[in-house]
């Protein structure tokens, strides 16, 4: 499939009329390799594979996309999409930091906790795959149709109603039962809004005191609910944030250093490269590409 027939695939809305924000849907069985999110942080994603393989990095860890696998990625993430198989196929939607917060505005924290601690599920169960491949099919539909004067609202109820979907499949796959103790789920819940309202903070210690627990079993709710230990998951907000400042604004690193509280732009630059291994002057020459 060529560059123009890829282009005849992709539709997009606009959501606000002051901001630059929209919403894509990707519908491909053919080579798509040219079109994949293969590490775009300014864009969320959730992807179905069709067939093929492709190896899917987020955070520190690796993973081999196979047939039926889902993967849902929040904007600000992490990952990359390398070694894509010539046979490998796909479809997703796409969706900028504004829709994101829009969608989600009413989603527990949880939500996010669980997808950073399993971003890919297998879409085994034909009711789930199916279920999904609706919603994406529908989306493609309703962004191709330029004149319905409801395809706002209608494209923002779908996605919704699939991020809802996504969510049922995450609590099904990881076993969440209603009756797992509530001050637990309570103290990830404020850990994860915590961090991520103090980016200036990266103790362990601090949000512990905060929440009246030891950092000993703080870190392991945390890693039981996200599969990060709780600084794993600190060093993973701290390292989303420096990414978005570098990429959303005109910031220089001693900017950002003395914003997030860095001892120097030194520091922050070998932080940077020890959680992403590459440094900052190169992540920044990735984003001219």
Known sequence: MGVANIQKGLMGIKFAEQE???????????????????????????????????????????????AR???????????????????????????????KGVVLQDFPTSFYSHIAGKPIYNLSDNEQYDSIMEYLKLLHRRLSDQNNICRYQITFNLLCSLMMEVLNIVAHNLQIERSEPKHRQQILDEFISRVNSTPRCREVAYFA???????????????????????????????????????????????????????????????????TGVTISEFKQSLKR
């Open 209 to 275: 005191q905060l929440l009246d627990i030891a950092p000993k079993p703080l870190s392991a709710i945390v890693a039981d609910g996200t599969g990060f230990t709780a600084k794993e998951y600190i060093e993973r907000t701290a390292i989303a944030t420096i990414k978005q400042l570098l990429s959303t604004t005109s910031l220089t690193v001693k900017e950002i250093a003395e914003r997030l509280d860095y001892s120097g732009s030194g520091n922050l630059c070998r932080f940077f490269k020890t959680n």
């Open 69 to 99: 696998d889902m993967i849902t990625i929040f904007p600000g993430d992490i990952y990359s999409l390398t070694d894509i198989s010539t046979g490998f196929t796909a479809s997703w939607v796409s969706f900028s930091k504004q829709i």
């Open 20 to 66: 630059q924000v929209d919403v894509k849907a990707f519908l491909f069985r053919g080579d798509i390799s040219t079109a994949l999110p293969t590490d775009n942080i300014s864009e969320g994603f959730i992807l179905i594979c069709h067939g093929g393989t492709a190896l899917f990095s987020y955070s520190d860890r690796q993973f081999t996309l196979h």
